[in-house]
T-cell receptor
Framework: AQKVTQAQTEISVVEKEDVTLDCVYE???????LFWYKQPPSGELVFLIR??????QNEISGRYSWNFQKSTSSFNFTITASQVVDSAVYFC??????????????FGQGTRLTINP | KAGVTQTPRYLIKTRGQQVTLSCSPI?????VSWYQQTPGQGLQFLFE???????NKGNFPGRFSGRQFSNSRSEMNVSTLELGDSALYLC??????????????FGPGTRLTVL
């Protein structure tokens, strides 16, 4: 079975602080994909990043960075110099091996991030 | 390119009724997936359609069904509504070749309230 755990239910920081959102996953698949999505109050899930299981290279995109470590089954997300607009619920998700092309995401419970001015 | 659209955005029904939600994928996307989001259970996969065929199904009762049309638009239906069906229903589309994973792009959702 596949499982994603986001242990941090809520995080509140002051603007300009750095913040890391944790994600731990479980899967028996040798090939899998990891994702982060952002859900603002409007409700729409906004895609942030995808990572393949065979690519452990960390990635940076502006103020966002992701740390993927297969040894600890973790895929953590860091926001540097946080801004009020970063306030949202963030979801980590996992997709296992593609079976006949079928697409299915298993989500963590989400972390509600509040950036205070 | 227009994003994923879902109609209606809000819906209020009473127990026992049935409801149909609609999703129009991004142009060119042939895969459409549905997810249910509730405060208690979080985001859960309902089913996925590709080329008018259901390819994958989550653990939901048979009251939840769906279909996809030849233009890739999809509908999901919930019959005999229960209070617990109150949720945000999200639709996602992706371009998929069947050989690798492609990002799913989500619509704004339909918020269903069952009274």
């Amino acid at each position: 079975a596949q499982k994603v755990t986001q242990a941090q239910t809520e995080i509140s920081v002051v603007e300009k602080e750095d913040v890391t959102l944790d994600c731990v996953y479980e899967t028996r698949d040798t090939t899998y994909y990891l994702f982060w999505y952002k859900q603002p109050p409007s409700g729409e899930l906004v895609f942030l990043i995808r990572r393949n299981s065979f690519d452990e290279q960390n990635e940076i995109s502006g103020r966002y960075s992701w740390n993927f470590q297969k040894s600890t089954s973790s895929f953590n997300f860091t926001i540097t110099a946080s801004q009020v607009v970063d306030s949202a619920v963030y979801f980590c998700a996992l997709s296992g091996s593609i079976i006949q092309g079928a697409q299915k995401l298993v989500f963590g419970q989400g972390t509600r991030l509040t950036i205070n001015p | 390119k227009a994003g994923v659209t879902q109609t209606p955005r809000y819906l209020i029904k009473t127990r026992g009724q049935q409801v149909t939600l609609s999703c129009s994928p991004i142009s060119g996307h042939r895969s459409v997936s549905w997810y249910q989001q509730t405060p208690g259970q979080g985001l859960q996969f309902l089913f996925e359609y590709f080329s008018e065929t259901q390819r994958n199904k989550g653990n939901f009762p048979g009251r939840f069904s769906g279909r996809q049309f030849s233009n890739s638009r999809s509908e999901m239906n919930v019959s005999t509504l229960e209070l617990g069906d109150s949720a945000l229903y999200l639709c996602a589309s992706s371009w998929t070749s069947g050989r690798s994973y492609n990002e799913q792009f989500f619509g704004p959702g339909t918020r269903l309230t069952v009274l």
